[in-house]
């Protein structure tokens, strides 16, 4: 008399059901469940233990199952955040698994999957469990509808192994009438947009604190976003685009206007559009309980301005607080977004979430027509409107705003005593030197994970990003010192400006791109560094971001499968270099090492930390697969520390005790005018080109985990 609820994982066609306490089933299946069991026996049945007690879900039970979730609707986040309380509370493994199992199919599914993601990734018994990627959990929020029509055509009549992958063509969004769809390919990237998501599932602006207060966190919030814009510039030079505009007259049209192309599955909705020229206005929804007026935002904009002039922010006691060097970009940085780590969200409000919220709801603000909010509701659809841009390049001139009202690094600040870099060169097989070399390729995604129509099995959809070749960089380094360690710092930005005239110091800052950082050790005398582009601090590998992507990547609980598959935040690294010109984009190549033992964090390993996700078809199953390793797995064995430059390390403080960006992030010293005048003997540049070869390469077949690109040939 316990029915067995299916669930269905992803890979080939294994299924995989629960043995549920009947007491689980909700009413409308209780009556149906021998039936389904009948219909889907024959896989692996997993025991569900029932609880003596559910606990009290109502709140986040108020949410109906098929409302539009948003992480920036304060009333939803908090729900979620309720959520993930109850769910961190159970006692053990299979407490939660029960307790999941029991909300799967009564919690609206995107706060659940939300919130179970980031309990998985932040209990110690859990976070080393290896989880689907978002794409395939969600194929709709990061792919053109009309690719589920043809995937339902192509599995319902073709068997699997003769299914060919259902291409994704470039231009689906918009065409070149629209000057900002130029970009397009940037903006949606999906490994870009996945990125997003896992940084604000690592990054949560509001649930428990032992989950939302991490080393720092104010501060990536700035810097992390601080380099998409800066990315984002670059890529726009080198198509010919100025920089973008900031959003700073919020009662003016906004020129800029975004057609999705989206399904909301979960909603059972379309994304709304926005027309261009659509103008902002006072949000008032009771459905989300949200309400505030354009001047709202003014006013929480005019208090942190003047926090900053002034020096010192007023926490709600009344006291100052002083913004100080060292920690006023962290208290800034949670009190913009704002987290709850805010020192007084009654003075300075959310300037950066409800910007979100007037932008996502602009084509109904009252409600009046029932519609959800736009793609810049989500954190894993908004970086692909051009308005998402506009607004973070708004907030990030706040950031910049405080930052020259601290003082600027001196030549001290910046030396590092008998250490001289002599020289750095990139190299890449069968290219110039100096030069990098970008491409399109193409990627396959299995989406049958986030498809919930017969017959399964594996089917792909074939989508054309930007690529570059992996190339070297090689860097000569003379150490009259004694053995050191230092930190080298490796950043690129463009050498002309809009107009083709060299940069400004005080401009081209801004506009450094992170592309790594590494410890090394120096020897006395001559040093050669050698570094793989692969290696990069910024990026994860190819195979990481897309996870189940690869069709022969290894699985079951192979410590293979576990290594490739944990950390999900991370640049990805087929967006690492900007797609420059056939002409060749100029830039320059900036090379930087740090004295180490400034460098150096006393990392005490924290209990919490980082990412994942899941689907209600796919999630738990994932979850019991993965048990047995949990068991086994040492507690704080894995790290995720190839992206930590954007992303933290995984259970530990963040790993370079600079300000983030350093040397780049403040205004120069008297008398600093060009980069060469910035430069110390510690520092070298080098002009380098990005050459874009109009051509795309086809999918890789036999993946292994870590990225092999061909380099095209030149035509
Ligand atoms: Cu990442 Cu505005 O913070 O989207």
Known sequence: DRPTEPIFIGKGDENVSFDVPAEYLTDRYKPLASDIQNRFSGGKTISITKLDRIPDLSFPLSLPRDAAFSL??????????????????????????????????????????????????????????????????FPSLYMDATVFGRAREEST???????????????????????????????????????????????????????????RRGELFYYMHQQIIARYNMERLSNDMNRVVRLTNWRDPILEGYFPKLDNILANRVWPP?????????????????????????????????????????????????????????????????????????????????????????????????????????????????????????????????????????????????????????????????????????????????????????????????????????????????QRVGTVRIFIAPRFDERGLPFLFREQRKLFVELDKFSVTLKRGRNDITRRSIESSVTIPHDVTYRNLDRNRPSGNSEAAAAFNFCGCGWPQNMLIPKGSSEGFQCQLFVMISNGANDQVITKKRLNHIQLCVNPRVLIFTIFNRSKQVENAQADGQTCDNASSYCGIRNARYPDARSMGYPFDRTPRDGVVTLQQFLTPNMAVQDVRIRFTNRTVAPLQNRTGTQQVQTPKTT
């Open 72 to 137: 920036f609707i304060p009333y939803h986040s908090k729900m979620a955040s309720k959520l993930i309380e109850i769910f961190m509370d159970t006692k053990s493994f299979d407490e939660l698994l029960s307790l999941a199992v029991y909300c799967r199919d009564r919690i609206n599914p995107y706060m659940f999957i939300y919130a179970l993601s980031v309990v998985v990734t932040h209990r110690p018994d859990t976070r080393n469990l290896e989880l689907p990627s978002h794409v395939e959990m």
């Open 157 to 215: 009549v073709v068997q699997t192994g003769s299914r060919t992958p259902i291409e994704i063509p470039h231009d689906y969004s918009a065409n070149d009438l629209d000057f900002e769809h130029r970009i397009s390919y940037f903006r949606e990237d999906i490994g870009i947009n996945l990125h997003h998501w896992h940084w604000h599932l690592v990054y949560p602006f509001e649930g428990p604190m032992s989950i939302v207060n991490k080393d």
């Open 274 to 482: 926005r027309p261009v020229n659509a103008r902002l206005s006072n949000i008032n929804r009771e459905v989300e309980q949200i309400s505030f007026d354009i001047e709202d935002l003014e006013r929480w904009r005019d208090r942190i301005f003047n926090a900053i002039h002034s020096g010192f922010i007023i926490n709600t006691a009344g006291q100052q607080v002083r913004l100080t060097e060292t920690d006023g970009i962290n208290i800034l940085g949670n009190l913009i977004e704002a987290s709850v780590l805010s020192l007084n969200q009654n003075l300075y409000g959310s300037l950066h979430n409800n910007g979100h919220n007037a932008i996502s709801f602009i084509h109904d603000p009252d409600n009046r027509f029932l519609e959800n909010y736009g793609v810049m509701g989500d954190s894993a659809t908004a970086m692909r409107d051009p308005i998402f841009y506009r607004w973070h390049a708004y907030i990030d001139d706040i950031f910049q705003e405080f930052k020259a009202t601290i003082p600027s690094y001196n030549v001290q600040n910046l030396s590092f005593e008998n250490v001289r870099v002599q020289s750095v060169e990139i190299s890449a097989t069968g290219i110039p030197r100096n030069e990098f070399s970008t491409f399109w390729q193409q990627s396959d995604v299995d989406l049958s994970r986030g498809l919930d129509f017969l017959p399964r099995g594996s089917v792909f959809a074939r989508f054309t990003h930007l690529q570059h070749a992996p190339f070297n960089y090689k860097i000569t380094v003379e150490n009259n010192g004694n």
